[in-house]
Protein backbone atom coordinates (compact mmCIF):
# COMPACT_ATOMS: atom_id res chain seq x y z
CA UNK A 1 0.00 0.00 0.00
CA UNK A 2 1.13 3.49 -0.88
CA UNK A 3 0.20 6.30 0.98
CA UNK A 4 0.97 9.78 0.05
CA UNK A 5 1.14 12.83 2.85
CA UNK A 6 0.26 16.21 1.97
CA UNK A 7 -0.84 17.26 5.55
CA UNK A 8 -0.35 15.86 9.14
CA UNK A 9 -4.04 16.08 9.32
CA UNK A 10 -4.56 12.90 6.89
CA UNK A 11 -2.02 11.15 9.05
CA UNK A 12 -5.03 11.65 12.12
CA UNK A 13 -7.55 10.32 9.10
CA UNK A 14 -5.42 7.13 8.63
CA UNK A 15 -4.99 6.10 12.59
CA UNK A 16 -1.55 4.28 13.76
CA UNK A 17 -1.55 1.27 11.50
CA UNK A 18 -3.84 1.65 8.17
CA UNK A 19 -3.96 -1.40 6.32
CA UNK A 20 -5.42 -1.73 2.24
CA UNK A 21 -7.25 -5.04 2.70
CA UNK A 22 -8.19 -6.68 -1.09
CA UNK A 23 -12.24 -7.57 -0.36
CA UNK A 24 -13.10 -8.99 -3.51
CA UNK A 25 -11.86 -9.31 -7.61
CA UNK A 26 -14.60 -8.01 -9.45
CA UNK A 27 -15.62 -5.22 -12.11
CA UNK A 28 -17.07 -2.85 -9.24
CA UNK A 29 -17.57 0.36 -10.78
CA UNK A 30 -20.32 2.68 -9.29
CA UNK A 31 -22.61 3.11 -6.52
CA UNK A 32 -20.95 2.44 -3.60
CA UNK A 33 -23.79 1.75 -0.72
CA UNK A 34 -23.72 0.36 2.16
CA UNK A 35 -27.17 -1.59 3.96
CA UNK A 36 -26.90 -2.16 7.57
CA UNK A 37 -29.75 -4.15 7.41
CA UNK A 38 -27.96 -7.08 6.85
CA UNK A 39 -24.24 -5.82 6.66
CA UNK A 40 -24.30 -5.42 2.60
CA UNK A 41 -22.46 -2.99 -0.07
CA UNK A 42 -24.19 -2.20 -3.35
CA UNK A 43 -22.73 -1.61 -6.46
CA UNK A 44 -23.11 -1.58 -10.13
CA UNK A 45 -20.50 -3.28 -12.91
CA UNK A 46 -18.87 -1.66 -15.39
CA UNK A 47 -20.60 -0.92 -18.54
CA UNK A 48 -20.39 -4.05 -21.31
CA UNK A 49 -21.58 -4.80 -24.98
CA UNK A 50 -24.70 -7.43 -25.17
CA UNK A 51 -23.59 -11.02 -24.71
CA UNK A 52 -21.31 -10.39 -21.60
CA UNK A 53 -21.68 -13.01 -19.17
CA UNK A 54 -20.79 -11.84 -15.16
CA UNK A 55 -18.17 -13.00 -13.69
CA UNK A 56 -20.40 -14.01 -11.00
CA UNK A 57 -23.54 -15.36 -12.20
CA UNK A 58 -24.40 -18.74 -14.80
CA UNK A 59 -23.66 -18.74 -18.20
CA UNK A 60 -27.04 -19.06 -19.33
CA UNK A 61 -28.23 -15.27 -17.79
CA UNK A 62 -26.90 -12.73 -20.49
CA UNK A 63 -28.15 -9.10 -21.18
CA UNK A 64 -31.06 -9.16 -23.13
CA UNK A 65 -32.11 -5.36 -23.35
CA UNK A 66 -30.49 -2.98 -25.66
CA UNK A 67 -26.96 -2.36 -26.76
CA UNK A 68 -25.18 -1.57 -22.90
CA UNK A 69 -25.81 -3.51 -19.53
CA UNK A 70 -24.32 -3.24 -16.50
CA UNK A 71 -25.30 -5.63 -13.47
CA UNK A 72 -26.66 -4.21 -9.99
CA UNK A 73 -25.15 -6.45 -7.50
CA UNK A 74 -24.50 -6.49 -3.41
CA UNK A 75 -21.83 -8.31 -1.33
CA UNK A 76 -22.07 -9.05 2.17
CA UNK A 77 -19.02 -8.20 4.37
CA UNK A 78 -19.69 -10.58 7.19
CA UNK A 79 -18.91 -13.88 4.11
CA UNK A 80 -17.89 -11.72 1.22
CA UNK A 81 -20.52 -13.48 -0.78
CA UNK A 82 -21.87 -11.55 -4.30
CA UNK A 83 -25.26 -11.78 -5.27
CA UNK A 84 -26.59 -9.72 -8.50
CA UNK A 85 -29.16 -8.26 -7.80
CA UNK A 86 -30.15 -7.38 -11.55
CA UNK A 87 -28.33 -9.22 -14.13
CA UNK A 88 -29.92 -6.76 -16.45
CA UNK A 89 -30.17 -3.07 -15.88
CA UNK A 90 -30.83 0.11 -18.22
CA UNK A 91 -27.35 0.79 -17.90
CA UNK A 92 -27.36 1.33 -13.80
CA UNK A 93 -24.83 3.63 -12.08
CA UNK A 94 -24.40 5.42 -8.99
CA UNK A 95 -26.68 4.87 -6.20
CA UNK A 96 -27.53 6.09 -2.57
CA UNK A 97 -30.36 4.76 0.15
CA UNK A 98 -33.40 7.01 1.02
CA UNK A 99 -34.25 7.75 4.28
CA UNK A 100 -36.14 4.79 4.44
CA UNK A 101 -33.28 2.21 3.34
CA UNK A 102 -34.73 1.71 0.11
CA UNK A 103 -32.54 1.89 -2.91
CA UNK A 104 -31.85 4.73 -5.59
CA UNK A 105 -30.16 3.81 -9.32
CA UNK A 106 -29.00 6.28 -11.52
CA UNK A 107 -30.70 4.20 -15.06
CA UNK A 108 -28.62 5.68 -17.74
CA UNK A 109 -31.09 4.49 -20.21
CA UNK A 110 -30.22 3.61 -24.05
CA UNK A 111 -31.49 3.95 -27.43
CA UNK A 112 -34.40 6.05 -26.96
CA UNK A 113 -35.59 4.39 -23.66
CA UNK A 114 -34.82 7.99 -21.32
CA UNK A 115 -32.37 7.74 -18.21
CA UNK A 116 -33.99 7.64 -14.91
CA UNK A 117 -33.94 7.49 -11.29
CA UNK A 118 -35.50 3.86 -9.95
CA UNK A 119 -36.55 3.23 -6.49
CA UNK A 120 -35.80 -0.62 -5.35
CA UNK A 121 -36.95 -1.63 -2.26
CA UNK A 122 -34.07 -4.47 -1.35
CA UNK A 123 -36.24 -6.64 0.34
CA UNK A 124 -39.02 -7.66 -2.33
CA UNK A 125 -36.97 -5.97 -4.97
CA UNK A 126 -40.23 -4.15 -6.35
CA UNK A 127 -39.36 -0.72 -8.25
CA UNK A 128 -40.77 1.85 -9.72
CA UNK A 129 -39.63 5.24 -11.25
CA UNK A 130 -38.78 8.04 -9.64
CA UNK A 131 -38.66 10.50 -12.30
CA UNK A 132 -37.30 10.37 -15.86
CA UNK A 133 -37.73 13.98 -17.34
CA UNK A 134 -37.74 17.36 -17.06
CA UNK A 135 -40.63 19.49 -17.62
CA UNK A 136 -41.40 16.76 -20.77
CA UNK A 137 -37.47 17.12 -21.72
CA UNK A 138 -36.07 13.51 -21.53
CA UNK A 139 -33.33 12.88 -18.97
CA UNK A 140 -29.85 12.13 -20.62
CA UNK A 141 -27.61 9.84 -18.22
CA UNK A 142 -28.54 10.30 -14.77
CA UNK A 143 -24.43 9.13 -13.02
CA UNK A 144 -24.84 10.15 -9.27
CA UNK A 145 -27.16 10.74 -6.53
CA UNK A 146 -27.63 11.69 -3.23
CA UNK A 147 -30.04 12.10 -0.86
CA UNK A 148 -30.71 15.34 1.25
CA UNK A 149 -32.15 14.99 5.28
CA UNK A 150 -35.05 16.39 4.06
CA UNK A 151 -35.86 13.81 1.54
CA UNK A 152 -35.16 15.42 -1.57
CA UNK A 153 -33.08 13.72 -4.11
CA UNK A 154 -30.28 15.45 -5.76
CA UNK A 155 -28.52 13.61 -8.49
CA UNK A 156 -26.62 14.66 -11.78
CA UNK A 157 -27.08 14.22 -15.58
CA UNK A 158 -23.69 14.59 -18.17
CA UNK A 159 -24.69 13.90 -21.71
CA UNK A 160 -22.35 10.40 -21.33
CA UNK A 161 -24.82 8.41 -22.99
CA UNK A 162 -24.65 10.12 -26.06
CA UNK A 163 -21.14 10.90 -25.94
CA UNK A 164 -20.63 6.84 -25.10
CA UNK A 165 -22.68 5.99 -28.08
CA UNK A 166 -25.65 4.24 -26.45
CA UNK A 167 -28.21 7.63 -27.02
CA UNK A 168 -29.07 9.14 -29.99
CA UNK A 169 -29.98 12.62 -29.22
CA UNK A 170 -29.24 15.31 -26.65
CA UNK A 171 -32.77 17.23 -25.25
CA UNK A 172 -30.86 19.21 -23.00
CA UNK A 173 -27.63 19.93 -21.39
CA UNK A 174 -26.06 18.13 -18.49
CA UNK A 175 -27.43 19.73 -15.44
CA UNK A 176 -27.63 19.21 -11.52
CA UNK A 177 -31.21 18.24 -10.69
CA UNK A 178 -33.27 18.01 -7.45
CA UNK A 179 -36.28 15.52 -7.12
CA UNK A 180 -38.45 17.17 -4.42
CA UNK A 181 -41.21 15.38 -2.30
CA UNK A 182 -44.33 15.98 -4.44
CA UNK A 183 -42.69 14.37 -7.26
CA UNK A 184 -41.65 17.84 -8.86
CA UNK A 185 -37.67 17.78 -10.96
CA UNK A 186 -35.98 21.14 -9.97
CA UNK A 187 -32.98 21.91 -12.48
CA UNK A 188 -30.74 23.34 -9.73
CA UNK A 189 -27.70 24.24 -11.45
CA UNK A 190 -26.33 24.73 -15.03
CA UNK A 191 -23.01 25.65 -16.91
CA UNK A 192 -21.05 21.97 -16.43
CA UNK A 193 -19.23 19.81 -18.69
CA UNK A 194 -20.12 16.49 -17.23
CA UNK A 195 -21.50 16.68 -14.13
CA UNK A 196 -20.85 13.94 -12.24
CA UNK A 197 -20.05 13.51 -8.70
CA UNK A 198 -22.00 14.66 -5.37
CA UNK A 199 -22.06 15.24 -1.66
CA UNK A 200 -23.65 17.44 0.65
CA UNK A 201 -21.16 18.89 3.57
CA UNK A 202 -22.36 17.53 7.01
CA UNK A 203 -24.32 20.52 8.19
CA UNK A 204 -26.05 20.45 4.38
CA UNK A 205 -24.97 24.33 4.05
CA UNK A 206 -22.67 23.35 1.25
CA UNK A 207 -22.96 21.44 -1.46
CA UNK A 208 -20.30 19.90 -3.60
CA UNK A 209 -20.21 18.85 -7.21
CA UNK A 210 -17.47 17.53 -9.58
CA UNK A 211 -17.30 18.18 -13.52
CA UNK A 212 -15.61 15.79 -15.28
CA UNK A 213 -15.06 17.14 -18.86
CA UNK A 214 -11.82 15.74 -19.03
CA UNK A 215 -13.48 12.61 -20.35
CA UNK A 216 -15.65 13.73 -23.20
CA UNK A 217 -17.02 10.27 -23.72
CA UNK A 218 -14.33 7.71 -24.81
CA UNK A 219 -11.97 10.16 -25.43
CA UNK A 220 -9.79 12.95 -22.94
CA UNK A 221 -9.77 16.70 -23.79
CA UNK A 222 -7.59 17.82 -21.98
CA UNK A 223 -8.72 21.67 -22.07
CA UNK A 224 -11.49 20.64 -20.63
CA UNK A 225 -12.58 20.86 -16.71
CA UNK A 226 -11.48 18.31 -14.10
CA UNK A 227 -12.88 20.56 -10.87
CA UNK A 228 -14.43 20.04 -7.85
CA UNK A 229 -17.19 23.06 -7.53
CA UNK A 230 -18.72 23.79 -4.29
CA UNK A 231 -22.21 25.53 -3.88
CA UNK A 232 -23.98 27.23 -0.95
CA UNK A 233 -27.15 25.72 0.05
CA UNK A 234 -29.68 28.88 0.65
CA UNK A 235 -32.43 28.28 3.65
CA UNK A 236 -34.98 28.42 0.70
CA UNK A 237 -33.05 24.95 -0.67
CA UNK A 238 -31.08 27.21 -3.35
CA UNK A 239 -27.96 27.41 -4.52
CA UNK A 240 -25.64 29.99 -4.80
CA UNK A 241 -22.38 31.60 -5.04
CA UNK A 242 -20.90 28.71 -7.20
CA UNK A 243 -16.54 28.75 -6.78
CA UNK A 244 -14.20 26.51 -7.77
CA UNK A 245 -12.98 24.17 -4.63
CA UNK A 246 -9.82 22.04 -6.25
CA UNK A 247 -8.69 21.25 -9.82
CA UNK A 248 -7.72 17.26 -9.44
CA UNK A 249 -3.94 16.40 -10.77
CA UNK A 250 -2.44 13.13 -10.84
CA UNK A 251 -0.09 12.90 -7.14
CA UNK A 252 2.74 11.96 -9.01
CA UNK A 253 3.37 14.84 -10.99
CA UNK A 254 3.10 13.10 -14.15
CA UNK A 255 -0.26 15.40 -15.04
CA UNK A 256 -0.40 18.16 -12.65
CA UNK A 257 -2.95 20.12 -14.56
CA UNK A 258 -5.32 16.74 -15.54
CA UNK A 259 -7.09 14.58 -13.31
CA UNK A 260 -10.75 12.95 -13.11
CA UNK A 261 -12.24 13.44 -9.84
CA UNK A 262 -15.20 10.92 -10.17
CA UNK A 263 -17.12 9.96 -6.84
CA UNK A 264 -17.13 11.81 -4.00
CA UNK A 265 -18.39 11.46 -0.28
CA UNK A 266 -17.54 13.74 2.84
CA UNK A 267 -17.07 12.44 6.51
CA UNK A 268 -18.45 14.08 9.75
CA UNK A 269 -15.98 16.64 10.08
CA UNK A 270 -16.34 17.95 6.49
CA UNK A 271 -13.36 16.35 4.75
CA UNK A 272 -13.81 15.67 0.71
CA UNK A 273 -12.97 12.18 -0.47
CA UNK A 274 -12.58 11.70 -4.41
CA UNK A 275 -12.23 8.26 -6.57
CA UNK A 276 -9.50 9.64 -9.47
CA UNK A 277 -7.00 7.59 -11.46
CA UNK A 278 -4.47 7.43 -9.14
CA UNK A 279 -6.53 6.87 -6.14
CA UNK A 280 -8.33 7.90 -3.19
CA UNK A 281 -7.60 11.98 -2.97
CA UNK A 282 -8.52 13.78 0.29
CA UNK A 283 -9.16 17.08 0.85
CA UNK A 284 -9.72 19.67 3.36
CA UNK A 285 -13.18 21.26 3.55
CA UNK A 286 -11.60 24.01 2.34
CA UNK A 287 -9.77 22.53 -0.81
CA UNK A 288 -6.46 21.89 0.70
CA UNK A 289 -4.99 18.86 -0.34
CA UNK A 290 -4.48 15.87 2.95
CA UNK A 291 -3.35 13.15 1.23
CA UNK A 292 -3.56 9.88 -1.38
CA UNK A 293 -5.11 6.41 -1.06
CA UNK A 294 -2.59 5.15 -3.81
CA UNK A 295 -4.77 2.74 -6.16
CA UNK A 296 -5.46 2.67 -9.89
CA UNK A 297 -8.59 3.80 -11.31
CA UNK A 298 -10.62 4.44 -7.99
CA UNK A 299 -13.86 5.37 -9.54
CA UNK A 300 -16.04 5.62 -6.75
CA UNK A 301 -16.15 4.88 -2.69
CA UNK A 302 -18.18 4.98 0.47
CA UNK A 303 -18.02 4.30 4.15
CA UNK A 304 -19.89 1.26 5.85
CA UNK A 305 -19.46 -0.94 8.77
CA UNK A 306 -21.18 -0.08 12.32
CA UNK A 307 -19.33 2.63 12.78
CA UNK A 308 -19.27 3.96 9.25
CA UNK A 309 -15.48 4.13 9.23
CA UNK A 310 -14.63 1.96 7.16
CA UNK A 311 -14.37 3.39 3.42
CA UNK A 312 -14.69 0.76 0.36
CA UNK A 313 -13.34 1.57 -2.98
CA UNK A 314 -14.48 0.82 -6.01
CA UNK A 315 -11.69 0.66 -9.19
CA UNK A 316 -13.62 -1.03 -11.61
CA UNK A 317 -11.79 -4.98 -11.24
CA UNK A 318 -11.86 -4.55 -7.71
CA UNK A 319 -13.33 -3.55 -4.19
CA UNK A 320 -10.85 -2.54 -1.25
CA UNK A 321 -11.45 -1.44 2.40
CA UNK A 322 -9.34 1.14 4.90
CA UNK A 323 -10.94 1.30 7.80
CA UNK A 324 -10.31 4.75 9.08
CA UNK A 325 -10.38 7.28 12.43
CA UNK A 326 -13.37 9.33 10.45
CA UNK A 327 -16.84 8.89 10.08
CA UNK A 328 -19.02 8.80 6.64
CA UNK A 329 -21.60 11.40 6.78
CA UNK A 330 -24.98 12.02 4.78
CA UNK A 331 -25.86 8.39 5.32
CA UNK A 332 -29.60 9.39 6.70
CA UNK A 333 -30.94 5.60 6.99
CA UNK A 334 -27.34 3.59 8.53
CA UNK A 335 -26.43 6.46 10.72
CA UNK A 336 -30.00 5.49 12.51
CA UNK A 337 -27.92 2.11 13.71
CA UNK A 338 -24.47 3.18 13.61
CA UNK A 339 -22.61 1.85 17.39
CA UNK A 340 -20.95 5.07 18.79
Known sequence: MILQ???????????????????????????????????????????HKVGYTSMITS?????????????????????????????????????????????LICQQGQGKKPGYIQRVDVKTLETSIVADNW?????????????KSDGT?????????????????????GQLYRINLDGVVDAMATNFQRPNGLAFSPDEKLLYVTDTGYLQGEEFDKGKRHHIYVYKVREDGMLSSRRLLASVGMYDGSAPGLGLPDGIKVDTKGRIYIGSPDGVQVFSRSGKPLGLIALPDVVNLG???????????LNDSSIHMIELQATGAGLHYASKFMKK
Open 5 to 47: VRDPEFLEILGPAPELKLVAETDAHEGGVYHPDNNEFYYSTTR
Open 59 to 103: SDEKDSAGEQNTQVRKISLDTGEITTVFPVTDVANGMVLDREGNL
Open 135 to 147: FGAAFNSPNDVVV
Open 153 to 173: IWFTDPIYAWAQGFKPEIQVE
Open 303 to 313: FAGEKLNKLYI
